[in-house]
């Protein structure tokens, strides 16, 4: 069982559809974030979460929202996407939010928006 | 500038060889570099991390990190078709960890 699992693997979608994206680590890590990735581009920050609590947003428009119930457990809710929202979206955990933390990837859910 | 940057490649060596990868990032006060390795479709996975100036070694990685300069290095020694990936430099910015778009290598047999 690997330490970080996204589902679903891949999602296509229509632009007025609702859609969640689902995390689990199962490290015992206290911090967890979500990372986009598109072609060419750095991997951007979306979200990070600590025991629970979101502690940065970076500026991500309200189409997307996340929800952390538990330290375990992170959701990225979609709704009235773009085209352009269409990456890779990386969910990653690490111990805690120290900066000598290494952070773990899940193998991410590929996203299109049609 | 950049907060971390990388040259895009790609990088080809022919198997066997040393393969040197390079990152420079800006802010002085980064204190945690890491090097990811990310195959094609995959998800970034850890390779190596270092903290003090100098090298450290894991097997066929040397990570070498030079904070006066600015700049972290990976060497990959004995290269192997099985190297090639896109590889993505980490620098933290306080708690934040910022990525490079990353250095594409591609390990010829």
């Known amino acids: 069982e690997t330490g970080v699992t996204q589902t679903p693997r891949h999602l296509v979608m229509g632009m007025t559809n609702k859609k969640s994206l689902k995390c689990e680590q199962h490290?015992?890590?206290?911090?967890m974030y979500w990372y986009k990735q598109s072609a060419k581009k750095p991997l951007e920050l979306m979200f990070v979460?600590?025991?629970?609590?979101?502690?940065e947003n970076n500026s991500v428009p309200s189409r997307f929202s996340p929800e952390c119930p538990n330290s375990s457990h992170l959701f990225l809710h979609l709704h009235t996407l773009q085209p352009e929202d269409s990456a890779l979206y990386l969910c990653a955990s690490s111990l805690d939010r120290s900066s000598g933390n290494t952070i773990y990837f899940g193998e991410g859910s590929w996203l299109t928006v049609v | 500038q950049k907060e971390v940057e990388q040259n895009s490649g790609p990088l080809s060596v022919p198997e066997g060889a040393i393969a040197s990868l390079n990152c420079t990032y800006s802010d002085r006060g980064s204190q945690s570099f890491f090097w990811y390795r990310q195959y094609s479709g995959k998800s970034p996975e850890l390779i190596m991390f270092?903290?003090?100036?100098g090298d450290k070694e894991d097997g066929r990685f040397t990570a070498q990190l030079n904070k006066a300069s600015q700049y972290v290095s990976l060497l990959i020694r004995d290269s192997q078709p099985s190297d090639s990936a896109t590889y993505l430099c980490?620098?933290?910015?306080?708690?934040?960890?910022?990525f490079g778009t990353g250095t594409r290598l591609l390990v010829s047999p």
């Open positions: 979460y600590s025991l629970e609590e979101r502690v």
């Open positions: 270092i903290y003090s100036n």
């Open positions: 490290l015992g890590h206290n911090a």
């Open positions: 980490a620098v933290n910015r306080g708690q934040k960890l910022v």
